[in-house]
């Protein structure tokens, strides 16, 4: 079998599978990234999720030794669901990005790529291949740039021609030589909507991001956020599409084709009080089937608290007292502390009055010192 008509009968297996994209791409070094990548480290601009060995990320061969080829996958997902629940006073509620709606990507996208991996497997048997979904070495948008899946936008995203950027990619790297695509022309033009939109300016420039202001990575980290983070949150429990909805290329676009992403709207925008009391097995069995548990129920609880205090839910003022008082995670309690000062009320100020009598840690009281000066100053 030639190389190009393996590339053929790949791109047919893909079809069967329900793959939306297939593209082909060289495994030589990504040259051009890896200055990128530096450059980025200088800046501070890394989440601290990603492969640390800048060699690893753009060195297909690190992962394949002989590497020759990368085949690259693309799945849609969707951008809107039917009926969705809707907040209401004393009721709020939360939102997951559309990346964590219904199953888990990851899985998904590993299950596709091993059946396509048999595939390869069958037709050459002395392959030597290996699969990455998002937490591998290798970028997964570069090396879909580089196969033809779509270009990369201003706002870090591929953007496909048929999709918009709502796409999860994945890849496989294998030592079996297969013709490459070539790379689609970038179409952003002169639109700047994503920079413009970006919540706390973390599209630096078009293509960068700063990951440490990007809303998106901050919903996913475990400590204090910054208050003026905090007041840029909203109701966003994990992730975050402001770049994605204002993107001209995603407009009136949602793909529903794949029953596994369809959206439980119950899970993806959930009541924000309950979230509070869950144990930690209760959040394994509502919410572990989601690319938004990956880092547990801390940041979402978290998160959930700055979303009270978004909606100035004084019917929660007994809870985040509670928490406050009993709740053994400093971060949680400090978050708390902050979210009564922003709600304000008697009983609120009650709560924080008795905090900074008790509480010994030194995060945790300058929250409640904080809230109580503000709540003085509001009288």
């Not at 200055?35 to 992962?63: A, N, Q, V």
């Not at 396509?116 to 699969?131: F, K, Y």
């Not at 959206?263 to 309950?274: A, C, G, S």
Request: aromatic share 6%; with cysteine; charged share 30%.
């Amino acid at each position: 079998m030639t190389p190009e008509e393996l590339k053929e009968k790949l791109i047919a297996r893909a079809k069967e599978l329900h793959i939306d994209k297939i593209g082909f791409a060289s495994a030589d070094p990504f040259t051009e990234l890896r200055e990128r990548l530096i450059r980025h480290r200088e800046l501070g601009y890394e989440s601290g999720f990603e492969e640390p060995d800048i060699d690893k990320r753009t060195h297909p061969d690190r992962i394949v030794p002989e590497a020759k080829t990368i085949i690259a996958i693309a799945l849609a997902y969707p951008s809107k669901m039917n009926n969705p629940p809707q907040s209401k006073p004393g009721a709020y509620r939360g939102i997951f990005a559309r990346a964590s709606w219904g199953r888990d990507y990851h899985d998904v996208l590993r299950e596709k790529l091993r059946l396509l991996e048999a595939s390869l497997l069958e037709w050459v048997p002395h392959a030597t291949t290996e699969i990455m979904v998002d937490t591998g070495a290798l970028s997964d948008r570069a090396v879909a740039e580089r196969a033809g899946i779509g270009w990369s936008g201003k706002n870090t995203a591929i953007i496909t021609p048929e999709f918009g950027s709502w796409v999860y990619l994945g890849e496989m790297v294998t030592d079996v030589y297969l013709p490459p695509d070539q790379p689609i022309t970038e179409q952003c033009g002169e639109c700047t909507a994503c920079l413009d939109a970006c919540p706390t300016g973390a599209l630096v420039q078009p293509g960068q991001l700063n990951s440490q202001a990007c809303l998106a990575y901050l919903t996913q980290t475990k400590g204090m956020l910054e208050e003026a983070y905090r007041e840029k949150l909203g109701n966003r429990l994990y992730g975050c599409d402001t770049c994605q909805v204002v993107c001209p290329h995603n407009r009136k676009r949602n793909f529903t084709h794949h029953e596994a992403f369809t959206p439980d709207p119950e899970q993806v925008k959930p009541l924000l009080k309950p979230l509070l009391t869950l144990s930690n097995r209760e959040f394994r069995e509502r919410f572990g089937d989601m690319a938004g548990s990956w880092r547990g129920k801390k940041p979402i609880q978290r998160n959930a608290i700055i979303a009270l205090a978004h909606f100035r839910d004084r019917t929660a003022v007994p809870l985040l007292s509670r928490l406050l008082k009993e709740d053994p995670r400093p971060v949680i309690r400090a978050t708390a502390a902050w979210a009564l000062g922003k709600i304000g009320g008697d009983e609120a100020k009650n709560a924080l009055m008795q905090a900074e009598r008790e509480e010994t840690e030194a995060e945790v009281r300058k929250e409640v010192e904080n809230a109580i000066s503000l709540l003085t100053a509001g009288k």
